[in-house]
T-cell receptor, first 114, second 112 residues
Framework: AQKVTQAQTEISVVEKEDVTLDCVYE???????LFWYKQPPSGELVFLIR??????QNEISGRYSWNFQKSTSSFNFTITASQVVDSAVYFC???????????FGSGTKLNVKP | NAGVTQTPKFRVLKTGQSMTLLCAQD?????MYWYRQDPGMGLRLIHY???????AKGEVPDGYNVSRLKKQNFLLGLESAAPSQTSVYFC???????????FGDGTRLSIL
């Protein structure tokens, strides 16, 4: 079974629209960490956010916000007023405290059109 | 600030050839990782290391070997390259378990 599922393969929006990228994870650990990374067309991987399993407080950073819900095992990412520069592949990832491995979702490609 | 540096950036190999990918980090991180990225599959962990002299298998270790002789370097080897190993390879490092990873720029490897 997939540890991290990003069901949306590709999303297209028009600039200034809001968009939410879904991430569902699976773990039996009580302590774990969740991440979002951005991969722009240039190919590098950019760290966006880290959340531990004990902190369910939602976070906002500029136009970005993250909604962590343990009850539904979801860690969704919303971009408000999207911009063309937000076009990228976004990856959600899970790290379990009892193991040293990282599990990445398959990614969601976001296309923001002008 | 170099961060994580991968060498080489591009390489073309023939089936059966061997090669080594080098990853170097200057952040004094304990943990290092090698991933491969294939279309539609995200990043899959090949091998990782939690400290100098240690290595462990990830999700897709077959056909690869690694070594961590120095804390700052993590080498990924392909002993006998196969076309199925055509991929983009990323190295990453982190302070420790649960910490965010810093990635290199990737190595695009094609095996003919």
């Amino acid at each position: 079974a997939q540890k991290v599922t990003q069901a949306q393969t590709e999303i297209s929006v028009v600039e200034k629209e809001d968009v939410t990228l879904d991430c569902v994870y699976e773990t039996r650990d009580t302590t774990y960490y969740l991440f979002w990374y951005k991969q722009p067309p240039s190919g590098e991987l950019v760290f966006l956010i880290r959340r531990n399993s004990f902190d369910e407080q939602n976070e906002i950073s500029g136009r970005y916000s993250w909604n962590f819900q343990k009850s539904t095992s979801s860690f969704n990412f919303t971009i408000t007023a999207s911009q063309v520069v937000d076009s990228a592949v976004y990856f959600c990832a899970l790290s379990e405290a009892n193991f040293n491995k990282f599990y990445f979702g398959s990614g969601t490609k976001l296309n923001v059109k002008p | 600030n170099a961060g994580v540096t991968q060498t080489p950036k591009f390489r073309v190999l023939k089936t059966g050839q061997s090669m080594t990918l080098l990853c170097a980090q200057d952040m004094n991180h304990e943990y290092m990782y090698w991933y491969r990225q294939d279309p539609g599959m995200g990043l899959r962990l090949i091998h990782y290391s939690v400290g100098e002299g240690t290595t462990a298998k990830g999700e897709v270790p077959d056909g690869y070997n690694v070594s961590r002789l120095k804390k700052q370097n993590f080498l990924l080897g392909l002993e006998s390259a196969a076309p199925s190993q055509t991929s983009v390879y990323f190295c990453a490092s982190s302070y420790g378990r649960g910490a965010s990873q810093h990635f290199g720029d990737g190595t695009r490897l094609s095996i003919l």
